[in-house]
């Protein structure tokens, strides 16, 4: 998997997901797996349950939360990597319309 800050991150249509107390369990709901996030993983959750680009959520995560650009955008692909990894999300490269 490829991503750029230019890359569109948006959830599969194929998950549900639910909040609690500021945290978020995502079902993938054809293959079973589900995956738990903390706070600030439920605010990136929230970016991308509409399409935005790696650069934009990492942007609203800056303006939210007291973190440098560098950790933020390192932290924020580990995360995109691991939600790809259990099908959680799609990636579109910025060339695909």
Same mark, same amino acid.
């Given at each position: 998997?490829?991503?750029s800050s230019k890359s569109?991150?948006?959830? /599969?249509?194929? #998950? *549900?997901?639910?909040?609690?107390? %500021?945290? /978020?369990?995502?079902l993938h709901s054809e ?9 600030? %993983?439920?605010?990136?959750?929230? #970016?991308?349950? %509409? ?19 560098d950790e933020c955008e390192?932290?924020? $692909?580990? $995360?995109?990597? #691991?939600?790809?990894?259990? %099908? ?7 060339? *695909?319309?």
């Amino acid at each position: 998997m490829n991503l750029s800050s230019k890359s569109t991150i948006v959830a /599969t249509r194929s #998950q *549900v997901s639910y909040e609690l107390e %500021g945290e /978020t369990i995502i079902l993938h709901s054809e293959n079973g797996t589900y995956f738990g996030l903390s706070h600030v %993983g439920t605010f990136v959750w929230n #970016q991308i349950r %509409g399409p935005h680009t790696v650069r934009e959520i990492r942007d609203a995560i800056i303006s939210d939360f007291d973190v440098s650009s560098d950790e933020c955008e390192r932290d924020l $692909l580990e $995360l995109l990597k #691991q939600l790809w990894s259990f %099908g959680l999300i799609e990636v579109r490269d910025e060339t *695909v319309s």
